[in-house]
């Protein structure tokens, strides 16, 4: 079946750092992919999809790419800041509508 | 952007007792989902509902579990009786076609005792 691998529980960073957060994913089929945002006390909120193939996904300074090859869809930001502490989970949706969710990475930004 | 809205945040109840979780979705969406997340681990999908039926279901929607949205109100997730495993956080959410994005309400908090 699908599944979706975050390899880092959790990220500390300092406001401004680069961050980069790894995702990879096995599926025997076209994959959409996600990255999706928890805030405390809030459901999943999407960050960006990308539905074909070596195509980027930009929202709010955040980027990645579908890399088909590497079966990787890694989430990266130039500049983070306080605010954008938060757990980041990635997601691959197929057909049949469900998705699948990765184990999630918690992000602390200090001041 | 849309909301789903999930009633109630918060239920404590008793091993074997009936609950009933309710999800207000997205107003014009047709696709409806359950996800559980035990704390510390990841969402897990349950269940997808559309046009009046379950069109998928995980091993995790046991015999127990049942969902309904009767005429257009409430999409509800039963567990009937409840278990201690059933302690989670349940999202609720929504979408207006099959391959289009989820919106997710804030889940429900249920603790079984």
């Known amino acids: 079946g699908d599944s979706v691998t975050q390899k880092q529980g959790q990220v500390t960073l300092s406001e401004d750092d680069f961050l980069f957060i790894n995702c990879t994913y096995s599926?025997?089929?076209?994959?959409?992919l996600f990255w999706y945002v928890q805030y405390p006390g809030q459901g999943p909120q999407l960050l960006l999809k990308?539905?074909?193939?070596?195509n980027k996904g930009i929202s709010r300074g955040f980027e990645a790419t579908y890399d088909k090859g590497t079966t990787s869809f890694h989430l990266q930001k130039a500049s983070v800041q306080e605010s954008d502490s938060a757990v980041y989970f990635c997601?691959?949706?197929?057909?049949?509508?469900?998705?699948?969710f990765g184990g999630g990475t918690r992000l602390t930004v200090r001041p | 952007g849309p909301k789903v809205l999930q009633i109630p945040s918060h239920q404590i109840i008793d091993m074997g007792q009936m609950v009933t979780l309710n999800c207000d979705p997205v107003?014009?969406?047709?696709?409806f989902y359950w996800y559980k997340q035990i704390l510390g681990q990841q969402m897990e999908f349950l269940v997808n509902?559309?046009?009046?039926?379950?069109?998928?279901k995980s091993k995790l929607f046991k015999d127990q579990f049942s969902v309904e949205r009767p005429d257009g109100s409430y999409f509800t997730l039963k567990i009937q009786p409840t278990a201690l495993e059933d302690s989670a956080v349940y999202f609720c959410?929504?979408?207006?076609?099959?391959?289009?994005?989820?919106?997710f309400g804030p889940g429900t908090r249920l603790l079984v005792l």
């Open positions: 990308v539905t074909t193939a070596n």
């Open positions: 107003s014009n969406h047709l696709y």
């Open positions: 997601a691959l949706g197929n057909a049949g509508a469900k998705l699948t």
């Open positions: 599926t025997t089929t076209y994959p959409t």
């Open positions: 509902f559309y046009n009046g039926k379950v069109m998928e």
């Open positions: 959410a929504s979408s207006s076609g099959d391959q289009d994005t989820q919106y």
